[in-house]
């Protein structure tokens, strides 16, 4: 019954495109004599949240289905081992950090021992399985409220990052641009290509991603002045514009699939680090220099908005462009200003993105529409509404994980997305007027 | 290098069932963009509570087909007026976004591991329409000439879904050239006019949406008994804009718009796709430049090629008036 599952979906293929996909782990249990242990648990968990569990067959063998490529760490339950047996070393009954591409099925391998596991550990902390008395429950509760919300607040940085430029274009020019989750994907592949990938230079990570903002920063202006500014000077009508963004968005997108490949990869520096941990948070060192540097740059970008010229343009010409024109702004000027910034700041996006999950042609197609949420709630057209909205959007998806299923988490962002519209269209920064 | 088999291929693709089913699917649409103004991107979502309609009240539940359909077409207009309520009172592109999004998380639910025991998971579910094919009246065999043909289940579903077409045509005629059409149309060109006539604005764009979503769904059914088999990847946002491409290319706004549209847009699709397989295959590309498994691919860029195209240069598309494209800010 599955394989004729498997098989009618292998036949389906040309249907759903290449998002068909499904990944998993798998192993097999056995004792160091080689015979297979039965009924012991496994669980699978993403940021600390539990995604699927399996408890071996007769011969030893499990699988669990995941909801998504990325880095999972696979436990042991230790209580469920037969008493004989315990993980060949201290610790050894979790395995961080366990890679898994999209569409692929890994196997991973538990070491068991007869004997005592290493010298000063044992199977202690494993196996409470929330059985512990109350007050152990809520601090344990607190301390995964406090990893999710660090890893909602990373991830909220990024969408803000990529989605800053998303807000100014539409601001200064209307365009609601849907081709802008491929600027994303784009930033991560040529950075790929510059560092990881074997035809490429391979330089080093952070000179690869300053070469390649420069590149998006190119991108995004040859955008405007090849198609979106001619269009505009056509008259084309805005929602013609948003469907032909729909076009390029599909173009880009499956050109990156081609050149690209379907297998997430990941880059060649700081992909395997040890983690920090400062009381119940821990953080890979690549997790934090990415959350604070998109913080930063999100300052520099409020603080450019704020005080410089060119920034009080793009504000001007964002309120009323018709003021701000016959005002002496040079409003294509100020527009391509934008485009450069959205085309950098997104290739950046990109790049941490793909730094902290993995580099995939469609990264970016599937960020884009919590970008769309996160403007929608920051209010369409601020450029400080967005930075909030964004935050908003990754730690609801982080944290929803605490109680519900990770595979819904970008779900309950866009269920946001949809109350706010009821009950607040503007957003939360948008100003009261009439958009209806 | 065989033209034969590649107009074969491509003329199988424009009169199967798949033509046909987008064209369902594309006359829904009409009925929002075409028609109403409203731009509707989550017709695939409607799509999928159609098929999984069906399909769960079938295989899950075991009931009868009948009863899935009636299902089916139940949540499609509850999920019309989720949809409606919230956002048709404000600008087009809310409507957009909103929708896209709600298909999305449609698809992240159906697929989920919580709801797997009753929607199958990644893996869907499969054979929950044997009683449909139970019904055919087509003995096994096939029917056609050379690689224009269709075996008997194929054939049965065309003529199932081809007939749905032609009464979904018929029924959009008449809906369109009664009182209500010209209220809907009106709604489109000047919202404000509409309304200082006292017509309910918000109202009719609902009804729209409603009706739309249920030729949607209708679609989805249709697709999931043909294929027998639904898997929640297969409704992804892609299929929606493959809509938007062939409702445009046919001519929005126009009753045979989506059906020409569909017809041309799956000739065109598969054409380019069995030419390409066949220049990788005899050599004519080399191997080199692109795999066989990235023809797949390409196909899709010259969709966003040809719908960018068709937006700059022909927004009414072949049958359509320009006048009733010039979609202006709302």
Same mark, same amino acid.
């Given at each position: ?37 039965a009924d012991v648990t496994i669980i699978a968990a993403r940021n600390g949240a539990e995604v ?333 509404g967005v930075i909030v909205g964004s935050l908003v959007v990754g730690i609801v998806a982080q ?38 | ?11 199988? @693709? ?77 600008? @087009? ?40 094919? @139970? ?156 795999? @066989? ?34 979609l202006g800010d709302r």
């Open positions: 019954m599955l394989a004729l599952a498997l098989m009618l979906g292998v036949l389906l293929a040309p249907w759903s495109a290449a998002d068909a996909q499904s990944q998993s782990v798998h192993g097999t249990l056995r004792a160091p004599d080689g015979t297979p242990v699927g569990k399996d408890t071996t067959a007769k011969d030893g063998t499990w699988e669990i289905s995941l909801p998504g490529p990325g880095r999972y760490t696979i436990t042991v339950d230790v209580a469920t081992l037969p008493d004989a047996l315990s993980p060949a070393r201290e610790g050894g009954q979790t395995l961080k950090d366990v890679p898994v591409p999209a569409g692929e099925s890994r196997a991973v391998i538990f070491q068991l021992t007869t004997g005592t596991p290493a010298p000063g550990g044992g199977p202690a902390d494993a196996g409470e399985g929330g059985g512990g008395p109350p007050q152990d429950r809520v601090v344990r509760w607190l301390d995964q409220f406090a990893q999710l919300l660090v890893e909602g607040i990373k991830f909220g940085s990024i969408i803000a990052i990529c989605a800053v430029g998303l807000s100014l274009i539409f601001a200064t020019t209307g365009l609601i641009n849907f081709a802008h989750g491929e600027m994303v994907t784009l930033g991560a592949t040529v950075a790929f290509l510059l560092n990881a990938s074997v035809v490429g230079p391979q330089l080093q990570l952070i000179p690869a991603t300053l070469a390649t903002v420069a590149f998006g920063a190119i991108f995004g202006a040859l955008l405007e002045l090849g198609l979106w500014k001619p269009l505009r000077r056509r008259g084309i009508g805005r929602i013609q514009l948003f469907i032909i963004s729909i076009g390029l968005s599909l173009l880009i997108r499956h050109i990156i699939l081609v050149l690209f490949g379907t297998r997430p990869q990941p880059y060649a520096d700081y992909t395997i680090q040890q983690e920090w941990r400062w009381g119940p948070v821990s953080i890979a060192p690549r997790d934090l220099v990415i959350t604070v540097a998109s913080l930063l740059v999100l300052a520099g970008v409020g603080l450019m908005l704020q005080r410089t010229r060119a920034g009080k343009a793009i504000r001007a010409v964002s309120d009323n462009r018709d003021l701000a024109e016959s005002s002496g702004i040079d409003v294509s000027r100020v527009v391509l200003n934008v485009w450069l910034l959205a085309g950098g700041l997104a290739t950046l996006g990109g790049v941490f993105f793909g730094l902290a999950q993995l580099v995939s042609w469609d990264m970016g197609f599937k960020l884009l529409l919590l970008m769309f949420a996160a403007v929608i709630l920051g209010g369409l057209g601020t450029a400080y944290v929803s994980t605490i109680w519900l299923p990770v595979e819904l988490q970008n779900a309950w962002a866009l269920v946001v997305l949809i109350l706010v519209l009821l009950v607040r269209p503007q957003g939360i920064f948008g100003r009261t007027e009439r958009v209806g | 290098m065989d033209f034969l088999t590649i107009l074969g291929d491509a003329s199988r @693709a424009a009169i199967g069932p798949e033509a046909a089913i987008y064209a369902l699917a594309a006359i829904g649409l009409n009925m929002h963009f075409g028609y109403t103004g409203l731009l509707n991107f989550g017709q695939v979502g409607f799509m999928l509570v159609g098929a999984y309609g069906v399909a769960v009240a079938v295989a899950t539940f075991s009931a009868p087909l009948w009863a899935g359909m009636l299902i089916g077409t139940a949540l499609a207009i509850v999920l019309a007026l989720l949809l409606g309520i919230p956002t048709l009172r404000l600008r @087009a592109d809310y409507l957009a976004i909103t929708t896209i999004a709600a298909g999305e998380i449609l698809r992240y639910v159906y697929r989920s591991n919580f709801a797997s025991p009753v929607t199958g998971g990644v893996y869907g579910l499969t054979r929950f329409a044997d009683p449909l094919y @139970a019904l055919s009246p087509i003995p096994p065999g096939q029917y056609g000439l050379g690689r224009l043909s269709f075996s008997d289940r194929s054939l049965w579903i065309m003529v199932i879904s081809w007939s749905v077409v032609a009464l979904a045509c018929a029924l959009m005629f008449l809906i369109i050239h009664s009182p209500w059409g010209r209220v809907i149309r009106s709604v489109r060109e000047d919202e404000d006019a509409a309304r200082s006539l006292g017509k309910n604005v918000f109202g009719y764009r609902l009804q729209s949406l409603v009706l739309g979503g249920v030729l949607g769904a209708a679609g989805g059914m249709l697709l999931a008994v043909y294929t027998q088999a639904v898997q929640p990847d297969a409704y992804n946002p892609v299929v929606t804009f493959y809509l938007y491409t062939l409702l445009i290319l046919g001519g929005a706004g126009r009753i045979l718009g989506p059906v020409i549209g569909s017809v041309i847009f799956w000739f065109i699709l598969v054409f380019t796709d069995s030419f390409l397989r066949q220049a990788v295959g005899t050599g004519l590309i080399p191997a080199g430049l692109i795999s @066989a498994t990235e023809v797949g691919a390409l196909r899709f860029a010259l969709v966003g090629i040809g719908l960018m195209l068709l937006m700059i240069y022909r927004p009414q598309g072949i049958l359509g008036d320009r006048r009733e494209m010039m």
